[in-house]
């Protein structure tokens, strides 16, 4: 079908079911409605990825992608007062806000869908924005990456069989697993803690995002610059365990808590950027979309079990302690495999 309607099938579909959740009566209604907005959603970021390798010169790519997943703090930092705001509708026009809510977040995706169908392009040469001069040059250089790498996979069979892909997909399995762990404990920690009220609490679990936001730029584009990507993954795990570890160790002090989770964050998010940047190295063509999407699939298992463990461990323990030090050594290992996977580069 093309990368250009894809993307905005799935964000118009995404933003119409995400509306949808308003209509929601009971238990299992809110169940279906979820599934199916997974269903919906299911595609996007590895087709986001996929298209990349159609526009951005691998050695861009890095940097690229950290422009594109700063999206993911950022929707942290304004979600939050966001959400307050829109829950604070509650009433009007005879809806709860809950349903406001739903709404409020489901219509940007539908008009962004169909700003995509207008604005983008299945591949360079068919850019009209572009000039001749340019639309040529830029697709003749991605050829000519494509050429030079004879030995990346190229066939859907060879990409879900290859053990390169099965590794690649347990680094980002541990990564996702950390990713949700913290992202959906975070604001408990703190109110635990803190005992600040929504505002307060909103404004102190932003932090580590803004600080995030900036690092993966700095570190996505460190990356193409010194075209490296392994150790700049390993080292960004490495620095996320440690803020984990030091979260433990100031767990009793709110200032110092909060300067452990930034650093965690600027690490552990900074990893995302150039971690995208080496399936390309390795797969091409069809394989590229088939693994692409393997390695999100299973990589994704790790938001539910991420955040399961985190819970479990307050349960048995009754604090945060056990759960982020197992979320410290998942990174350990993360940094580990990664050295391990061997680049076609």
Known sequence: ????????????AWGVVSMGMALVSDTKTFYAARILLGVAEAG????????????????????????FMIAQPVAVILGAPLSALLLGLDGRAGLAGWQWL??????????????????????????????PDERAALSE????????????????????????????????????LVSYGVLLWLPKILHDLSGADTWRLAAITVIPFVAATGAMVVIGRHSDRTRERKRHVAACALVAAAGLALAVAVSHSLPLLILAFTLSQMGQRSILSV???????????????????LINAVGNLGGFVGPAVMGFLRDTTGTYSGGLLVLAAALVLEAILVMTVKLRD
């Open 1 to 12: 079908m093309g990368a250009r309607l894809w993307i905005a099938r799935i964000l118009i």
């Open 44 to 67: 996007f970021f590895p087709g986001m990825v996929l298209y990349f390798t159609y526009w951005i010169p691998a050695a861009e790519r890095a940097g690229t992608t950290a422009l």
């Open 102 to 131: 739903f709404i409020g977040e489901g219509l940007p995706a539908v008009a962004l869908g169909a700003a995509a169908l207008w604005i983008l392009t299945d591949r360079p040469e068919q850019a009209t924005w572009l000039s």
């Open 141 to 176: 250089r991605l050829a000519q990456e494509r050429a030079a790498a004879p030995g990346r996979h190229t066939s859907t069979t060879a990409a879900l069989a290859s053990p390169l892909v099965w590794l690649l997909s347990t680094i980002y399995f541990l990564n996702a």
């Open 275 to 293: 971690f995208w940047a080496i399936p390309p190295i390795v797969l091409a063509g069809t394989a590229a979309a088939a693994g692409i999407g």
